[in-house]
């Protein structure tokens, strides 16, 4: 799918189909969708009158050969009240329109922006929606959906603000979707298909291809490190463990600057070990590397956006498996950092990777933690499929990601991270256990199992167990992996300084 602007009169645009949104209010038509329903002899207040183009959020009303315009098409995206519409509305709106159009064989189209929103900020929001729109997850459908893609995509009616030009936000608003669309076919991928090993093949050559630092560490290089809390979990699988590092460095790095550590949990499939899970939905667990996928997402994205900062991603990638060398409930595993972990339940895999992965990524210099994991199913209990659940400390360390959610347009919720929790965590025999007292707050007592090994570093810890897949389709979204999490992250790593 070809992105570019376009520069002729929308009247005179010669696409499949032009889309542009209307408000939901009394006066539909003013400025560009004046234009057209002039040029259309009044028929959109026909519409409007009729009661079939109500403006109401994602509303689709697509008008067939529109008179007086040189596209074929006409679709009206519902944009909601004037008063709630924010730039992640219009992300919303260009994905639901490409995925609509696509589904009836549309190829060519013109996105057309209205008076208000429609800066550098606005045309990226856009791009970016145009590529996680377009995103399926039919990668082992050997009969695909033919016909069905979109060729070319133009902008019309976007304004070059005072800072970057439109051209500038296009091409970050592709690679922003491209990166998301990678992180998805990642956590898509089927564990036979992604095993630790082939995850760290993947890593390697996207970092190859975008010129970044990557290190492998193999299972010797692993028990060399004591990773001890890995190795746990590892060896339940015949499959070896990896922890994947990528580095991106500026090209005049300031002394004093921070060094942004990202951790993703790259469970390839968790079977709960021993603790096994019952089979209803297991198949599910091959996503269980959600938070992997999601930091080499973003760092794909960051190699070409070139922060200022130094970014540091440590992934640790294990199969949970109950073989017959697995680790046992009561087991106690020694952590990279020397503390010590009794193992009340082996199916709390992820908290016990990422230990490592976090005493590790603070070896290797980062001044500042950021971690994704599908961690707990108690942040759904808590959150739903609607936010992720965002935990960190400072606290204003969590408010400045939070601001980064917000400008994203991924809703993410703060969850508490009182002391409380931390005693839950206590073991009669080792430093710490990794469950909770079984009276609830299984997100938090998780949260705080990692805040062990983050200690006072900055730290910001994203459960994501309830949001990286979606069950059922969007309108502007596929179901499936949805790259949740990473334009945040994106963002607050282009900020921080
Ligand atoms: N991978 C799961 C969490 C999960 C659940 C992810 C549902 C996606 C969807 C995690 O490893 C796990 O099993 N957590 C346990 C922790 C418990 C044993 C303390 C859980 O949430 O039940
Ligand atoms: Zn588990
Ligand atoms: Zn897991």
Known sequence: MQIQLESQPFLSIEADALITYVFDRDDKFDGVLADINVAMSGRLSALAASGELTGKSLELVLVHFPQGLAAQRLLLVGAGKPAKFATADLRKIAGAALRYLKSRGVKTVVFLAREGERGPEAAQAVVEGLKAGDFESDKYRTEKKKNREIQSVGLAGFEAGIGDGLQTALERGCV???????????????????????????????????????????????????????????????????????????????????????????????????????????????????????????????????????????????????????????????????????VINTDAEGRMILADAVTYAKKLGATHLIDAATLTGAIEVALSNVHVGAFG????????????????????????????????????IADIRNTGSGKGGGASTGAWFIKEFAEDTPWIHLDIASTCWADEGRPWLAKGPTGIAIRSIIDFAMKLQ
């Open 176 to 342: 922003i979707g491209e990166s998301q669309n990678f992180a998805r076919d990642l956590i898509n991928e089927p564990s036979n298909k992604l095993t630790p090993r082939i995850l760290a093949q993947r890593a390697e050559a996207m970092a190859r291809e975008v010129g970044l630092g990557v290190e492998i560490l193999d299972e010797r290089k692993i028990a060399e490190l004591k990773m001890g809390a890995l190795i746990g979990v590892a060896q339940g699988s015949v499959e070896p463990p990896r922890m994947i590092v990528l580095r991106y460095e500026p090209q005049t790095p300031r002394p004093e600057a921070p060094v942004l550590g990202l951790v993703g949990k790259g469970v390839t499939f968790d079977t709960g070990g021993i603790s096994i899970k019952p089979a209803n939905n297991m198949e599910k667990m091959k996503y269980d590397m959600g938070g992997a996928g999601t930091m080499l997402g973003a760092m794909r994205a960051l190699a070409l956006l070139k922060p200022p900062v130094s970014v540091i991603a440590v992934m640790p990638s294990v199969e949970n498996m109950p073989g017959g060398r697995a680790q046992k409930p009561g087991d106690v595993q020694v952590a990279m950092s020397g503390k010590t972990i009794e």
């Open 393 to 428: 400390t400072p606290r204003e360390y969590l408010d400045k990601f939070l601001e980064s959610a917000k400008a994203a347009g991924e809703k993410m919720w703060p969850m508490p991270m009182d002391e409380e929790y931390k005693e839950m965590i206590k073991s009669n």
